[in-house]
């Protein structure tokens, strides 16, 4: 059974880092591209990025590029979503999903991990 | 990099179907069979109803289908169930970086 489990919810405060987490299971994590997918409050998705953690190629949505930065650690089966500056606007829901392919939507999904960013 | 355009609403009662659309352009939906849909419930994660436009994968209802005519795909759902009062998103391949899009979602309400 194909499983995404991502890192709990966190708070932090403008300025602060973070670095959340997708742990993958139940397929071959290596050949299978993750992607991150934003909702803030009340919207709608939002396509971030994807990461091929085999050699660790990773493509962005214009819209995020250099905004995040997405990793991997295909030894224990991990992608990560990481913010060096926190800003409220960073506020939202992150899924990870499983993308088997760069050109095609995710098929399988993380709970969620949720972001949130206040003074 | 524009979203998709998907309707905000769409309503139907009990038994009826519905159909939603995804309207983009020749770069993205129009060029390329890479459409899939997703449901997403309130505080849920997105689930994928709808692959390369019309596949449905294992365990997804027939009662969904999907299909594409020139720069729009669209979703149908017949038979509508209170159980499919949900968000629906289309995503689609996009030509213009060799990434995937979303659309905005439209939110389904049965009557």
């Known amino acids: 059974e194909v499983q995404l489990v991502q890192s709990g919810a966190e708070v932090k405060k403008p300025g602060e880092s973070l670095k959340i987490s997708c742990k993958g299971s139940?397929?071959?994590?290596?050949?299978?591209?993750i992607a991150w997918v934003r909702q803030m409050p009340g919207k709608g998705l939002e396509w971030m990025g994807i990461i091929y953690p085999e050699d660790s190629d990773t493509r962005y949505s214009p819209s995020f590029q250099g905004q995040v930065t997405i990793s991997a650690d295909k030894s224990i089966n991990t992608a990560y979503l990481q913010w060096s500056s926190l800003k409220a606007s960073d506020t939202g829901m992150y899924y990870c999903?499983?993308?088997?392919?760069?050109?095609?939507?995710?098929?399988?999904w993380g709970q969620g991990t949720l972001v949130t960013v206040s003074s | 990099q524009s979203a998709l355009t998907q309707p905000a609403s769409v309503s139907g009662s009990p038994g009826q179907s519905i159909t939603i659309s995804c309207t983009g352009t020749s770069s993205d939906v129009g060029g390329h069979n890479f459409v899939s849909w997703y449901q997403q419930h309130p505080g849920k994660a997105p689930k994928l109803m709808i692959f390369?436009?019309?596949n449905r994968p294992s365990g997804v209802s027939n009662r969904f289908s999907g299909s594409k005519s020139g720069n729009t795909a669209s979703l149908t759902i017949s038979g509508l169930q209170a159980e499919d009062e949900a968000d629906y998103y289309c995503i689609s391949y996009t030509s213009s970086n060799s990434l995937v899009i979303f659309g905005g979602g439209t939110k389904l309400t049965v009557l």
């Open positions: 390369d436009v019309s």
């Open positions: 999903a499983r993308q088997y392919d760069s050109g095609r939507g995710p098929d399988y």
């Open positions: 139940g397929y071959s994590f290596d050949t299978n591209w």
